[in-house]
């Protein structure tokens, strides 16, 4: 809706002035068909950099969204199934052997190591943004691989399915992860049904006032991987960006001056307990542990953006949501994954050659 709706306004010359806008392929594909205009000019290019909209927002040197609020990639665990299961509830794995030893300790304590949701797909393109940056050196690699330049069929790319493979073999997830949502699947582990979770930041103090502050546990997903984004958080942002038919730009881009202003972002904080975007603001006020090592370590700290922003809308439906779907029903091996995902971007590349022209350049701009 979010897409689709403003796209469906712009090419019926009707879009509103602003629009609040995902990142990465979610905004840019309207970037290229000339639907958003460019913010540097309309903004002080302090306040750009400062809203953190991430380098998935620039093309060729322009930015095209201001970043609003944070949304940190990460994985949670119950610190006390942890100690149920004589783990160290202050270390959580970050190795996959140690990963699989500590699902193996829950489940042998009779506990359901991982759950999760796939029912609406959003939860296997969570897993993609953990697991297949993990034998990539930056997002330019993750361009080129969604848009076709680079090959799926490589082990190395469809590594991160095999991996799932290798935890649903195991009996490390819930049963039913097929055929509930991604929500449903959260809520397993914020009732105290799992062990840990995929969420992201926005989500955290929710499962911290169902199953209690102190019980939960933030983790980046352990490291099997060997490129350069393996083992470093995931950090995005939501942001608002301004239509190109907008005759009232200036007015628009006042209106996200105004969201920048101290007290504006000062707010995020205080109404809803969020991490606002902005730079400026120092943090100084989170104190409770979790949320603070999430704003040390995925806000502030030495992050990567999530790959998973750039994938083509064809690769989310046919690539995607259907191999992770068929690896939890045991249709799919990863190397099976990785065909498909091959065969997918073959497809799209020949029915979307001026997208391809676009994702090509796009790469150019995303070497980290």
């Given at each position: 809706?979010?897409?689709?709706?403003f796209?469906?306004?712009?090419?019926?010359?009707?879009?509103?002035?602003?629009?609040?806008?995902?990142?990465?392929?979610?905004?840019?594909?309207?970037?290229?068909?000339?639907?958003?205009?460019?913010?540097?000019?309309l903004?002080?290019?302090?306040?750009?950099?400062n809203?953190?909209?991430?380098?998935?927002?620039?093309?060729?040197?322009?930015?095209?969204?201001?970043?609003?609020?944070?949304?940190?990639?990460?994985?949670?665990?119950?610190?006390?199934?942890?100690?149920?299961?004589?783990?160290?509830?202050?270390?959580?794995?970050?190795?996959?052997?140690?990963?699989?030893?500590?699902?193996?300790?829950?489940?042998?304590?009779?506990?359901?190591?991982?759950?999760?949701?796939?029912?609406?797909?959003?939860?296997?393109?969570?897993?993609?943004?953990h697991?297949?940056?993990?034998?990539?050196?930056?997002?330019?690699?993750?361009?080129?691989?969604?848009?076709?330049?680079?090959d799926w069929?490589?082990?190395?790319?469809?590594?991160?399915?095999?991996?799932?493979?290798?935890?649903?073999?195991?009996?490390?997830?819930?049963?039913?992860?097929n055929?509930?949502?991604?929500?449903?699947?959260?809520?397993?582990?914020?009732a105290?049904?799992?062990?840990?979770?995929?969420?992201?930041?926005?989500?955290?103090?929710?499962?911290?006032?169902?199953?209690?502050?102190?019980?939960?546990?933030?983790?980046?997903?352990?490291?099997?991987?060997?490129?350069?984004?393996?083992?470093?958080?995931?950090?995005?942002?939501?942001?608002?960006?301004?239509?190109?038919?907008?005759?009232?730009?200036?007015?628009?881009?006042?209106?996200?001056?105004?969201?920048?202003?101290?007290?504006?972002?000062?707010?995020?904080?205080?109404?809803?307990?969020?991490?606002p975007?902005?730079?400026?603001?120092?943090?100084?006020?989170?104190?409770?542990?979790?949320?603070?090592?999430?704003?040390?370590v995925?806000?502030?700290?030495?992050?990567?953006?999530?790959?998973?922003?750039?994938?083509?809308?064809?690769f989310?439906?046919?690539?995607?949501?259907?191999?992770?779907?068929?690896?939890?029903?045991?249709?799919?091996?990863?190397?099976?994954?990785?065909?498909?995902?091959?065969?997918?971007?073959?497809?799209?590349?020949?029915?979307?050659?001026?997208?391809?022209e676009?994702?090509?350049?796009?790469?150019?701009d995303?070497?980290?």
């Amino acid at each position: 809706m979010v897409i689709s709706e403003f796209q469906t306004a712009s090419a019926a010359n009707a879009a509103p002035d602003l629009q609040y806008f995902w990142n990465g392929i979610y905004h840019m594909e309207s970037v290229w068909l000339g639907y958003v205009e460019p913010l540097n000019g309309l903004l002080p290019d302090d306040l750009l950099a400062n809203s953190n909209a991430t380098p998935l927002s620039v093309y060729q040197g322009k930015q095209y969204r201001a970043g609003w609020y944070a949304v940190p990639l990460l994985w949670v665990y119950n610190k006390d199934l942890f100690d149920k299961a004589g783990l160290d509830a202050d270390a959580p794995p970050a190795t996959w052997d140690s990963f699989l030893a500590a699902c193996d300790a829950l489940k042998g304590a009779g506990i359901t190591p991982l759950v999760g949701g796939l029912k609406d797909g959003p939860w296997g393109e969570w897993y993609v943004g953990h697991a297949t940056g993990q034998n990539l050196d930056s997002p330019a690699d993750a361009v080129n691989l969604f848009a076709g330049n680079l090959d799926w069929r490589e082990p190395k790319y469809y590594e991160g399915w095999s991996r799932l493979a290798e935890l649903w073999g195991a009996g490390y997830f819930n049963d039913d992860m097929n055929s509930i949502d991604l929500y449903p699947g959260i809520d397993l582990f914020s009732a105290g049904k799992g062990a840990m979770t995929q969420i992201v930041g926005p989500l955290v103090p929710n499962a911290q006032a169902q199953l209690g502050a102190d019980k939960v546990g933030a983790m980046t997903f352990p490291v099997f991987g060997t490129g350069a984004m393996a083992g470093k958080p995931i950090f995005d942002t939501q942001g608002i960006g301004i239509s190109s038919q907008s005759a009232n730009k200036e007015v628009a881009a006042d209106f996200i001056r105004f969201l920048h202003t101290p007290e504006r972002v000062q707010a995020i904080w205080d109404q809803v307990k969020q991490f606002p975007s902005d730079a400026t603001w120092d943090g100084s006020q989170v104190t409770d542990p979790t949320l603070r090592r999430i704003w040390d370590v995925w806000i502030t700290g030495d992050h990567v953006p999530y790959i998973s922003n750039l994938m083509p809308t064809l690769f989310w439906t046919d690539a995607m949501f259907v191999n992770s779907q068929k690896i939890v029903s045991g249709e799919f091996t990863g190397e099976q994954a990785g065909d498909n995902a091959y065969q997918v971007t073959q497809k799209w590349r020949e029915q979307n050659p001026d997208l391809l022209e676009n994702y090509t350049t796009w790469a150019q701009d995303l070497g980290l």
